[in-house]
């Protein structure tokens, strides 16, 4: 069963719901999108999924979030990267596969980028074609998962290219919106399980 507490990242403190690890199973790091929260991925059953199948998880509250738990927001890149440091050391530190959100995306991107983690599941990552994280792509050498939706108010231009900068696989949920996990939770919550499998099998020592 999950539990709830609070993590501090330079003087700040916030919500953070998590399942402890479990044996030497890849552990999982949710980040929500600007105008939610962590409580959102056990909203949509997300949480639900990953107890029920035994994965350590853990979803903060993040400083960016507009509805956030935290003392104090942020929007700082620096701030929020070492809030997900705190969110992986909680779980352990092993390196995680990271589900991020619209924003949450873009800050998985960049954590990415300079840190060790096992994959990448982005849900229509916020991201434009001007911003310095392009150049920090090449840098990222782990599977990746885009999702978007049909309806998505991001370019598909825009993510066209995120993928295949990142050799990575995309997937368009048809009828579905930026916020494509609440419209679609159980297909979102099957790619998930599925892409967790794969990541976690080709990390499994041999």
Do not use: Q
């Not at 919500?15 to 056990?42: A, C, K, M, Q």
């Not at 990271?98 to 990552?125: F, N, T």
């Not at 368009?172 to 930026?178: D, F, L, Q």
């Amino acid at each position: 069963m999950g539990k709830r507490g609070y993590y501090g990242v330079n003087g700040i403190e916030c919500p953070i719901l998590y399942n402890p690890p479990i044996g030497d199973t890849l552990p999982v790091i949710l980040l929500h999108g600007y105008s939610f929260t962590g409580e959102t991925w056990r909203e949509v059953g997300v949480l639900d999924a990953l107890e029920k199948e035994g994965i350590s998880y853990a979803a903060p509250d993040m400083p960016y979030g507009k509805r956030t738990g935290c003392t104090k927001k942020s929007r700082s890149l620096l701030l929020n990267l070492r809030a997900v440091e705190e969110a992986v050391s909680l779980l352990g530190g092993s390196p995680p596969l990271i589900v991020g959100a619209s924003l949450g995306g873009r800050i998985a991107l960049y954590y990415a980028a300079g840190h060790e983690v096992k994959g990448l599941l982005l849900a229509s990552p916020a991201v434009r074609d001007d911003e310095e994280i392009w150049e920090l792509l090449r840098r990222i050498r782990v599977p990746v998962m885009i999702i978007r939706g049909s309806r998505d108010f991001v370019s598909p231009r825009t993510h066209e290219s995120l993928a295949r900068k990142l050799g990575a696989r995309l997937v368009v949920y048809e009828g579905a919106g930026h916020v494509l996990y609440r419209d679609k939770p159980g297909r979102f919550i099957e790619d998930l399980l599925n892409f967790y499998t794969l990541v976690a099998r080709a990390n499994r020592p041999s």
